[in-house]
């Protein structure tokens, strides 16, 4: 029997899709490396193991999956019944026994490709409403998933690193994130300047540009986004007050 195909036939679609998924792919390969026993060890983010960081891949998965059956149903399906439901998920999915946990992600990551593969052209447009209660077509949820993926695999403190994000990927994390500052403006005074390997500018900036004297952060996309994400700081930074260190980044979620 022939294997079947995404219904989706837009090729920037197509192209984000693969892009999710090859991000399922690197997380699952960074938590195929961990023994049983790592899944205890600490992570990037504050407060939460490696348990944590699963579970919440996990159940996330689940939860962008009934924006996509909302999309193909028309009935309101909301990825989570509440912001305290939503942690209590995690919290309990971290106590789950290893098999378990494994099995959480991948079935979870199963049956959103599903969800996506079954969804025909004319319901990607279709809104829903995401946790945070923005009003977004069904095509974001794609992206939604590509950011979890990418930068959680990284959260697992195992070896991945953002370098081994595709660059497509870091530049529409860094628009985000810079957007999200813009809108609540925090990066009033903030600079931010995407060097390449040597050096030289990439024609990539982002935050305040109309500032007479900004702090200006300077560095290789990977360390930029590390940086933006609250993730490390392996940049320079001039201006005001700055000695050389980059300022902690202005808070993105």
Request: with cysteine.
């Amino acid at each position: 029997m022939a294997a079947r195909q995404d219904l989706a036939t837009d090729p920037g679609l197509q192209e984000d899709l693969l892009q999710a998924r090859r991000g399922t792919a690197f997380f699952a390969r960074k938590l195929n490396e961990l023994t049983d026993a790592e899944l205890d060890g600490g992570t990037l983010l504050p407060d939460w193991t490696r348990r944590h960081v699963v579970a919440h891949v996990g159940y996330n998965a689940r939860a962008i999956a009934r924006l996509v059956e909302w999309a193909a149903t028309g009935v309101e399906t909301p990825m989570y019944p509440s912001p305290e439901a939503r942690n209590h998920e995690i919290n309990f999915g971290a106590t789950l026994s290893p098999i378990a946990l494994r099995n959480l992600f991948d079935h979870s990551a199963v049956c959103l490709s599903v969800e996506w593969r079954d969804l025909p052209d004319e319901n990607w447009s279709h809104q829903v409403r995401t946790a945070q209660g923005r009003t977004v077509p069904a095509s974001e949820t794609v992206w939604m998933r590509t950011r979890e993926v990418w930068v959680h695999a990284v959260d697992l403190d195992n070896g991945a690193t953002f370098t081994g994000i595709p660059a497509p990927v870091l530049e529409r994390l860094l628009k985000d994130i810079t957007g999200a500052w813009k809108t609540r403006g925090t990066d009033t005074g903030l600079l931010i300047k995407v060097t390449n390997s040597a050096g030289n500018g990439t024609g990539l900036m982002f935050g305040d540009t109309t500032a007479a004297d900004p702090t200006t952060i300077t560095g290789p996309l990977p360390a930029i986004v590390e940086w933006a994400t609250g993730r490390g700081s392996s940049i320079r930074a001039t201006g005001p007050d700055t000695n050389g260190s980059a300022p902690a980044a202005p808070k993105w979620i």
